[in-house]
């Protein structure tokens, strides 16, 4: 029993590090691929047809999300339609306090590093694009944009996922 909750353990952890192993791209491209199967600590790719909430985010100029809070019940996968109305690059990125503040370091590190996750849209000025997330587990999670110096501008919201 203990040795199996040590192995659990180290397992999680490697799944949690293996989030910030950004393979280098020519070109982010968003072609149909099978859904990963990959737990993350919020949570893993959700299937379309499970969505059956679809919540609006629009990021700005502004170096805002609107709305900044949601509430998303533990099992439930959400449709986000992630919009950017402002004139510069934005993403949302889907993740833990700590996880995405290690990430906006890195991306302050290699500014032209591109990467692409399922819990994460990179969207350029005027576009929309999708995530969609099952958050599997009760808790506090966030999402950030990680375009460099906008996560220090306070460009993050809070998931609150409680039954
Ligand atoms: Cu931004």
Same mark, same amino acid.
């Given at each position: 029993m203990r040795s199996a909750q040590v192995i659990m353990v180290a397992l999680a952890f490697s799944v949690s590090s293996s989030a910030f192993a950004h393979v280098e791209k020519g070109k982010a491209t968003k072609e149909k691929k099978a859904i990963s199967t990959e737990e993350q600590p919020f949570g893993r790719e959700g299937d379309p047809k499970n969505a059956k909430r679809t919540i609006k985010v629009d990021m700005s100029d502004k170096m805002r999300?609107? $709305?900044?809070e949601l509430t998303i019940k533990p099992g439930e996968t959400v449709r986000f339609e992630v919009k950017?109305?402002?004139?510069i690059m934005h993403e949302m990125v889907l993740g833990t306090m700590d996880e995405l503040k290690k990430h906006a370091e890195l991306m302050k590190k290699h500014p032209g590093m591109e990467h692409d996750e399922p819990y994460m849209a990179h969207v350029a000025p005027g576009k929309t694009e999708q995530i969609v997330w099952q958050f599997t587990k009760a808790g506090e999670y966030f999402y950030g944009c990680?375009? $460099?110096?906008h996560f220090e501008a306070g460009m993050i919201g809070k998931v609150v996922v409680r039954p």
């Open positions: 999300f609107t $709305p900044g950017n109305s402002g004139k990680l375009v $460099p110096g």
